[in-house]
C-alpha cells in the first residue's frame, strides 16, 4: 500500500490559486482511476478533477470554500501500487530568478512595501482577484477601484493575501469609496481625487433579497473593471444578410446530412470578422501600460449562455485559420460544452476580439461592454425584414431584405473612430458580399 498525495492542478495560465466548491469523493470512498474526485472554481471557470490514480480516499486536507494555492496538496488516497510520487501540475514552474538573486514575486513585494503611496499610484487595471482577496475586500469596505490600485507581487501582478492585508495596515483612514486615480490630461502627472459610491437602496415595501451566485458576482467585477480602464465607444452599422438568409436556407439540411452538424448564423459571422481583422490588425490588440501589444493569432471569443443565465466566452483559437465548416464545428462543440457545463479553463484563454448576439434575445442592437485586454467587441443584432433601396441598372427600387444592425464597441484610447469605423464597415461588406452560390 501507498498514498499518492493529490495536488491541486494549474488551471490556465495566470490562475494560481482556486477554490474548492464540492468534494465528490469523501474520506472512506473508493475512487476509479480518471473518475471525479473533487468541484474546483477559479476567477474564470469552473472545473472538474479527475483522479489520476486508482484507490481509496484517506484523508481530505481542505474544506469545500477554501482557497487553495496552486501546487498543494488538497487530499490523500491509498492505492494498491507500492509507491505513488505526487503528480506535479501542469504547467506549474518556479519564477525564473533575476539577475540580483530575487525573483520577480519578490522584487514586486519589496518594492510594494517600500513605498505605499507608489503602490496605489500604479493603478493595475485588467486583473482577476482570487475569491480570498475579495472577501477580504469586502469585509474591510474596499471597492473595486480602490482594489484596482493595490500593486500585486503576485504572477503577472495578481494581489495577493499579503499584499491587500499589507495595503490595510497602511492605509490611512477615511472613506473607502475614495480612490486615487492617475490624472489623464497630457503633462499632469498629479492625482486627483474621485469618490466611488453605490447609491443607498430602500429595502422597505414588498421586496426581495437575493444574493448573486459567485459567478455573477465575478461578471459585475470585471464589467465595472472594464468600464474603468478603457473609455468605450460605440459605431453601428447595419447589413443587408438577404444572401446569407438565402443560402442558409438552401443549404441547411444538405450540410447537416453532409457534416452531422447545424450551420448557424454564427460561424459566418466569425469568419467575415477574421477577415477584417486581416485587414486591420490593429484592432486585434491589447494595451500594457504605454505599450500595445498586436496580437498575431486571431483567436475569436463568442458569448454563450450557461444553464444559470449567465455569460461566459468560448474562444474559437485560430478562426483565420478555419474554413466555414471548421468554424460550425467549433462554434457548436463550444457551445453544447458551454451549455453542460463541461468547458475548460483554456477553452476560454487567449481570445483576442469577441462577438456577442444579441439578437438572440431579440434585440435589434447593443452597446456591449469590452472583454478585457481586449480593445473591442462586436455585437450582432437580430435579422428583421425591411424594406429596403436598392441600386439597379434601371434605377432604384425599394424590396423587402433581410437586415441586421452590426455594432462595435472600443477602447478609444488606442481605436479611434476611422480605426473602429472602417473595421466594422469592412465586416459590413463581407456579409453583404457573401456569395448565395456558395457551395458546402
Same mark, same amino acid.
Given at each position: ?8 492542478p494549474?488551471?490556465? $495560465? ?6 474548492? +466548491? ?10 476509479? +482511476? ?5 468541484e474546483i472554481a477559479?476567477?474564470?471557470?469552473d472545473?472538474e ?6 484507490? /481509496? ?9 477554501? !482557497?487553495?494555492?496552486?501546487? /498543494? %496538496?488538497?487530499a490523500?488516497?491509498e ?10 501540475s ?13 525573483s ?29 482577496v ?8 474596499i ?7 493595490? !500593486? ?14 499589507s495595503?490595510?495596515? $497602511? ?6 469609496s !475614495?480612490a486615487?486615480v ?9 492625482p ?17 433579497? %437575493? ?10 467585477e470585471?464589467?465595472?473593471? #472594464? /468600464?474603468h480602464?478603457?473609455?468605450? %465607444? !460605440?459605431?453601428?452599422? $447595419? ?12 443549404v441547411?439540411?444538405? @450540410?447537416q ?8 448564423y ?5 469568419e467575415?470578422v ?7 490588425p ?5 494595451v500594457?501600460?504605454?505599450?500595445i %501589444? ?10 454563450a449562455? +450557461? ?14 485559420? +478555419?474554413?466555414l ?9 463550444? &457551445? ?7 468547458? /475548460? ?5 487567449g ?9 438572440? @434575445?431579440?434585440?435589434v ?13 462586436? &455585437? ?5 425584414k425591411?424594406?429596403?433601396v436598392? $441600386? ?6 425599394i424590396?423587402?431584405r ?18 473602429g469605423? #472602417?473595421?466594422l ?9 457573401f ?6
Open positions: 500500500m501507498a498514498q499518492f498525495e493529490l495536488i491541486m494549474k488551471m490556465g $495560465e495566470s490562475i494560481m490559486e482556486a477554490t474548492i +466548491l464540492k468534494w465528490v469523493k469523501n474520506v472512506g470512498d473508493q475512487i476509479e +482511476l480518471d473518475e471525479t474526485i473533487v477559479t476567477d474564470k471557470v472545473s478533477v479527475p483522479s489520476p490514480v486508482a484507490g /481509496k480516499v484517506v484523508q481530505v486536507l481542505f474544506a469545500e470554500n477554501d !482557497t487553495v494555492p496552486i501546487g /498543494k %496538496v488538497i490523500l488516497i492505492t494498491e501500487s507500492d509507491a505513488a510520487a505526487p503528480k506535479a501542469p504547467a506549474l514552474a518556479e519564477p525564473a530568478p533575476q539577475a540580483n538573486g530575487q520577480p514575486a519578490a522584487a514586486a513585494s519589496n518594492g510594494a512595501q517600500a513605498s505605499s503611496a507608489q503602490a496605489l499610484g500604479k493603478g493595475e487595471g485588467s486583473r482577476f482577484y482570487s475569491p480570498l475579495r472577501n477580504i475586500a469586502q469585509q474591510e469596505k471597492s473595486l477601484q480602490e482594489l484596482e490600485l493595490i !500593486t500585486g507581487s503576485g504572477m503577472q501582478g495578481r494581489v495577493t493575501k499579503k499584499d491587500i492585508l495595503y490595510l495596515e $497602511e492605509r490611512k483612514e477615511g472613506p473607502a !475614495t486615487t492617475p490624472n489623464a490630461s497630457p503633462g499632469k502627472g498629479s486627483v481625487q474621485v469618490n466611488y459610491s453605490a447609491p443607498a437602496v430602500s429595502l422597505d415595501g414588498n421586496v426581495e433579497i %437575493v444574493e448573486m451566485d459567485r459567478m455573477r458576482k465575478l461578471i459585475a470585471h464589467m465595472v473593471m #472594464s /468600464k480602464v478603457s473609455p468605450h %465607444v !460605440t459605431s453601428f452599422v $447595419e447589413v443587408d444578410v438577404t444572401n446569407i438568409v438565402k443560402w442558409r436556407e438552401k441547411k439540411d444538405v @450540410f446530412k453532409k457534416y452531422n452538424e447545424k450551420i448557424t454564427t460561424p459566418v459571422f466569425i467575415a477574421a477577415r477584417a481583422i486581416r485587414d486591420f490593429m484592432i486585434n490588440i491589447s500594457d501600460g504605454t505599450n %501589444v498586436v496580437r498575431k493569432d486571431v483567436n475569436i471569443g463568442m458569448a449562455a +450557461l444553464p444559470s443565465g449567465n455569460l461566459i466566452v468560448p474562444v474559437i483559437k485560430g478562426a483565420d485559420q +478555419l474554413n465548416t471548421g468554424l460550425t464545428k467549433s462554434v457548436n462543440d463550444l &457551445a453544447n460544452r458551454a451549455r453542460a457545463n463541461q468547458l /475548460k479553463p483554456e477553452d476560454i484563454q481570445g483576442t476580439f469577441t462577438i456577442t448576439n444579441v439578437g438572440t @434575445f431579440g434585440n442592437m447593443g452597446t456591449p461592454i469590452i472583454n478585457q485586454p481586449q480593445v473591442a467587441i462586436m &455585437a450582432v443584432g437580430a435579422i428583421r425591411k424594406p429596403a436598392l $441600386e439597379t441598372e434601371y434605377g432604384d427600387i424590396a423587402v433581410h437586415m441586421m444592425f452590426l455594432s462595435m464597441s472600443y477602447d478609444h484610447r488606442v481605436v479611434d473612430g476611422f480605426l469605423g #472602417s473595421f464597415k469592412r465586416v459590413a461588406d463581407y456579409l453583404e458580399g456569395d448565395v452560390e456558395r457551395a458546402v
